[in-house]
């Protein structure tokens, strides 16, 4: 039972380009989002969040947009950077359970020059 | 330190034997949790410690993983009689709180084990 699912195990974006990652989510009990980047070799690296209550945090080149409805959220990345290839994970949690994350397969970002 | 230190980064052991993987959290950070994540998989949950409160242990696959926290800060991730299929990176997160207040995990650089 996937709870989150990251449906695009790839993307390929030009450098300069929006960068848009999706991420769907089943449990409506889920009251908060985060979206991680990681590296080979290394730990997820926190980006972005948003709370249930809100519909979209944007943070610098970073947006992440939330239709609660949908049970979808996404991550908007402009202008692309070849620093943003990366794996990048959508996480949900709930305060109810004790906020452990539950995280999505994963998305490979590819900035092509 | 500035961020979550996980100890070793590597473990190469032969099956049936026990490791332990460390984990220090960020100083002052009061909820601590365990994920691992296994070859082509995603992250997993395994445990969470917050303060002084029984660990929520409902992520642990079997009785032959345990994990206890010292002190309110270094904690100790045990797996027993190691099999092929434990075998993943060992992930260890902290946060500034768990349960009812939103904050994000801020993760190691995790222990790669490898069951042979």
């Known amino acids: 039972d996937q709870q989150v699912k990251q449906n695009s195990p790839s993307l390929s974006v030009q450098e300069g380009r929006i960068s848009i990652l999706n991420c769907d989510y089943t449990n409506s009990m889920f009251d908060y989002f985060l979206w991680y980047k990681k590296y080979p070799a290394e730990g997820p690296t926190f980006l972005i969040s948003?709370?249930?209550?809100?519909d979209k945090n944007e943070d610098g080149r970073f947006t992440v947009f939330l239709n609660k409805s949908a049970k979808h959220l996404s991550l908007h990345i402009v202008p692309s950077q070849p620093g943003d290839s990366a794996v990048y994970f959508c996480a949900a949690s709930s305060a109810q359970g004790a906020q452990k994350l539950v995280f999505g397969q994963g998305t490979r970002l590819t900035i092509n020059p | 330190g500035a961020g979550v230190s996980q100890s070793p980064s590597n473990k190469v052991t032969e099956k049936g034997k026990d490791v332990e993987l460390r984990c220090d959290p960020i100083?002052?950070?009061?909820?601590l949790y365990w994920y691992r994540q296994s070859l082509g998989q995603g992250l997993e949950f395994l445990i969470y410690?917050?303060?002084?409160?029984?660990?929520?242990k409902s992520g642990l696959p079997s009785d032959r993983f345990s994990a206890e926290r010292t002190g309110g800060s270094v904690s100790t991730l045990t797996i027993q009689r190691t099999q092929q299929e434990d075998s993943a990176v060992y992930l260890c997160?902290?946060?500034?709180?768990?349960?009812?207040?939103?904050?994000?995990?801020?993760f190691g650089d995790g222990t790669r084990l490898s069951i042979l």
């Open positions: 410690f917050q303060g002084n409160s029984a660990p929520d």
């Open positions: 100083s002052g950070h009061t909820a």
């Open positions: 948003i709370s249930s209550i809100k």
């Open positions: 997160a902290s946060s500034t709180t768990g349960g009812w207040v939103n904050q994000p995990q801020h």
